[in-house]
């Protein structure tokens, strides 16, 4: 079955914000006209436009003051699980919260040079408000056309991101129960995340992860795993392993540091947490590295230090500079000619005949730590030296 829809051009914005309900906890408009309308069904996102200052939902205001469109809004009449039918916004979910919020006076826009709540608004202003018309789409179709029309419609404004999607698609009891946890900016543990986990509770940045951790360590997508749950409320095992993974954290790194910010912690613990560590050590390696200037990627300390020390490739080492590598070469030549010996020390050292009074170019050597990095060595002037290519690639990590 496809999807009707039906114009209706003659509900007003007092029909429409009658027993509007707003909830400051989850950030979202309830119900709107007189309880027939569900602003935020759940495959809808959280209220967004309130951020950043509240600049949209106050142009929502003055748009509709000055008598300018606000545009399409679309319903989606739906049975709900107690058998009624009601009206679900589709799109419009915040252009409907940014009025009903203005109309019961959640927040002022400037009027005259000050700010202005709807109750200090002129009367035949409010009325203006009151009577103001808005254009409305009454959808009526099978859930899978009305969710994929959602997706193709809700481009526009603040897009979707992919996680809200999947919340779309996906709606039901878990994706429910897993916001009013992951997706709430108002919980207390979202400054703890925060230090592991980049992002915003309101755009499912922390849903997103909890999601991928558990559904990693299961090796089902995250798709598949949020298919499965779909109908169940209990989060607690995407819960509790969220939770273990950053209690592990924790554990071996002690307080957070901004480089930890963002790290894939779920691959991480999957992939060490079976190991034993001291947790001293562990975090008195880490700042060394931290704070050694050699190491360009600093993001990769924490796992170079998991993993034993052993892939250097992980930190990125900063290698000698070209000048270094010129300087070095240029003084290194000049005493080999004079001692006519290969200007490779090693070569001079350890070659065959062919190669012991071989003097390479530069192009044929590569700038070595003396005393390696690993143990200390300095990337500086004093602490390089060029080896022909093969002595170098020889020398390996010893
Ligand atoms: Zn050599």
Redesign the pocket.
Known sequence: MSMQAKLNTEITIEELCEDFIYNEVEGKGLQGMGGDLIIQPEYQRNFLYADNGGDKEKKVIDSILKGYPIGLIYFNKAKQDDGTIKFEVLDGQQRITSIGRYVTNKFQILRDGRETYFEGLPEDLQRKINKTKILVYECEGDESDIKEWFETINIVGIPLNEQERSNAIYSGKFVTAAKAVFSNSRNSQIQKWSAYIKGVANRQDFLATALQWISDSKNETVSEYMSKNRRSDDISEMEMYFNAVLDWAKMIFGLPVKEMQGLEWGRLYETYHKNQYKSESVQKRVSEFLADEAVTNNKGVFEYVLGGEQDKTLLNIRMFDERTKRTVYQRQTNEAKEKGV?N?????N??NTA?KA?I?ELKE?DADHVSAWSHGGETAAENCQM??????RSKGNR
Do not use: E, R, T, V
């Not at 490779?344 to 001079?348: G, V």
């Not at 080896?387 to 170098?392: E, G, Q, R, S, T």
């Open positions: 290969s490779c020390p090693d070569c001079a350890f070659g190669q071989k390479y050597m080896l022909c290519k093969y002595h170098n």
